[in-house]
């Protein structure tokens, strides 16, 4: 079934295209990337389908629902971002613990959601550490789990492994594409990496001067005569 849909969702800033109108849908389960260049739009199609941008025309849907006026904090999405944005003074229990807090979960069921997905990133151990206690990897692992934890319709990534060196960043890229594997969620993410979005993608989608040049499976892109 569909997952996400945009039609002709579109960003101008005063004279610059941002993003030109542009129609993409997802099917649930799916790990789509955006991948192109720096200013080719991958952020703002990003951010206007996480509520954070405003488009200029268009329209966007999720679960078959119209969410162009919906506030970003209604949309049902998680994201993970470059930059872990882990609360800094909280331990990684209370991390992971803080967006069902503020669904009012009761405590138990707190528990044993947090416990359960420290378990899946294959880090039970560091519940009670700070965010600083641990290493990069270990860090966007963390930021995955507390994104994973309220299980949203869809996880939007913006370059999340931009940040960690090479062989940390192979790791990670099996360790997403596990997860994704695992629990089937819908994945969106971005990345100017070929090879990062050849290794993790179902499919791809090609972008260049604010617009979608192609898309398809990574076979259909790179591996067709
Ligand atoms: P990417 O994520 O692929 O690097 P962006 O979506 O960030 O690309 O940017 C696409 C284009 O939109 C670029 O030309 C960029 O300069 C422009 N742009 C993005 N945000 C703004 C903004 N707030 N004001 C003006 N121009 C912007
Ligand atoms: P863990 O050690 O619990 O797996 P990490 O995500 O930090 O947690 O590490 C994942 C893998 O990447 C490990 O095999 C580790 O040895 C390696 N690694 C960790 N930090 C770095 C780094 N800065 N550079 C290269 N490899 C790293």
């Given at each position: 079934s569909e997952k996400l849909r945009t039609e002709q969702v579109t960003k101008r800033y005063n004279d610059v295209a941002a993003l030109q109108p542009t129609t993409l849908s997802m099917r649930d389960g799916e790990f789509l990337t955006l991948l192109g260049p720096s200013g080719s739009g991958k952020t703002t199609l990003l951010s206007l389908i996480a509520g954070l941008t405003e488009p200029t025309g268009g329209d966007i849907w999720i679960d078959g629902r119209r969410v162009t006026d919906e506030p970003s904090a209604k949309r049902g999405l998680g994201m993970v971002f470059q930059n872990y944005a882990l609360f800094p003074h909280l331990s990684i229990y209370e991390n992971i613990a803080f967006p069902l807090r503020m669904r009012r979960m009761g405590a138990a069921e707190i528990d044993a959601a947090v416990r359960r997905v420290l378990d899946l990133i294959h880090l039970p151990h560091v519940a009670e550490r700070l965010p600083r206690e641990l290493s990069g990897g270990q860090q966007q692992r963390i930021a995955l789990a507390r994104c994973?934890?309220?299980?949203?319709?869809?996880?939007?990534?913006?370059?999340?492994?931009?940040?960690?060196?090479?062989?940390?960043?192979?790791?990670?890229?099996?360790?997403?594409?596990?997860?994704?594997?695992?629990?089937?969620?819908?994945?969106?993410?971005?990345?100017?990496?070929?090879?990062?979005?050849?290794?993790?993608?179902?499919?791809?989608?090609?972008?260049?001067?604010?617009?979608?040049?192609?898309?398809?499976?990574?076979?259909?892109?790179?591996?067709?005569?």
């Open positions: 994973i934890v309220y299980e949203p319709s869809i996880i939007l990534m913006d370059e999340p492994l931009g940040a960690l060196d090479k062989n940390l960043r192979e790791h990670m890229q099996t360790e997403i594409k596990r997860l994704h594997v695992e629990l089937g969620i819908t994945i969106l993410y971005v990345t100017h990496d070929q090879e990062e979005a050849l290794s993790m993608s179902d499919r791809i989608c090609l972008m260049n001067n604010a617009r979608v040049e192609q898309i398809g499976t990574p076979a259909e892109l790179y591996f067709k005569p």
